[in-house]
């Protein structure tokens, strides 16, 4: 069975700081997604890695895939208040069905 | 503009009472999800759908039952069985055989008991 954990489970860190968020998936996959969820709301597309090596950046976020050590990352550079949320990351089931599997989430605070 | 239409944002149930979520696209999406979310926590699927008149049981499916009869539309029942029913509640769907576009969601619905 699939499964897909992240780390930290919560984060909170000052403005300015940089961090990284962690993601691993137990079964091969070349398809990883990022989401992000505010207090109270939906789910809204960040980020979505399709092959090994892929990175993708969009202002202080950097997403990478490393398939073959079963590993997304989410970078933060020089966090800002508006940053804090919840992040999830994601992997297409393999199983033929088009399962999506989602990580516990990683709560994010950033102090000012 | 297309996109994930949830109705009603937020919905009351009485002891021993169903209760139905809707759920709309127009964007020709395949594939559509419910998930339910409890606060703090992440997402667990409940049913899930990739094609009209064909549906499947996720992780949590006990008390809810769904429909497919139109490719635009997923509505979900939540059944008096369902003894722990507050939760918010996210439609999702996705172009299921292009498989390299993230899924979108709606904005909610948010059931409590009365």
């Known amino acids: 069975e699939l499964k897909v954990e992240q780390n930290p489970l919560f984060l909170s860190m000052q403005e300015g700081k940089n961090y990284t968020i962690y993601c691993n998936y137990s079964t091969t996959s070349d398809r990883l997604y990022w989401y992000r969820q505010d207090p109270g709301k939906s789910l809204e597309s960040l980020f979505v890695l399709l092959s090994n090596g892929a990175v993708k950046q969009e202002g202080r976020l950097m997403a990478s895939l490393d398939t073959k050590a079963r590993l997304s990352t989410l970078h933060i550079t020089a966090a800002v208040h508006d940053l804090s949320a919840t992040y999830f990351c994601?992997?297409?089931?393999?199983?033929?069905?088009?399962?999506?599997?989602f990580g516990t989430g990683t709560r994010l605070k950033v102090l000012a | 503009d297309g996109g994930i239409t949830q109705s009603p944002k937020y919905l009351f149930r009485k002891e021993g009472q169903n209760v139905t979520l809707s759920c709309e696209q127009n964007l020709n999406h395949d594939a559509m999800y419910w998930y339910r979310q409890d606060p703090g926590q992440g997402l667990r699927l409940i049913y899930y759908s990739q094609i009209v008149n064909d549906f499947q049981k996720g992780d949590i499916a006990e008390g809810y039952s769904v429909s497919r009869e139109k490719k635009e539309s997923f509505p979900l029942t939540v059944t008096s069985a369902q003894k722990n029913p507050t939760a918010f509640y996210l439609c999702?769907?996705?172009?299921?055989?292009?498989?390299?576009?993230?899924?979108?969601f709606g904005d909610g619905t948010r059931l409590s008991i009365l």
């Open positions: 999702a769907s996705s172009a299921g055989r292009v498989r390299n576009q993230p899924q979108h």
């Open positions: 994601a992997v297409d089931s393999t199983s033929g069905t088009y399962k999506y599997i």
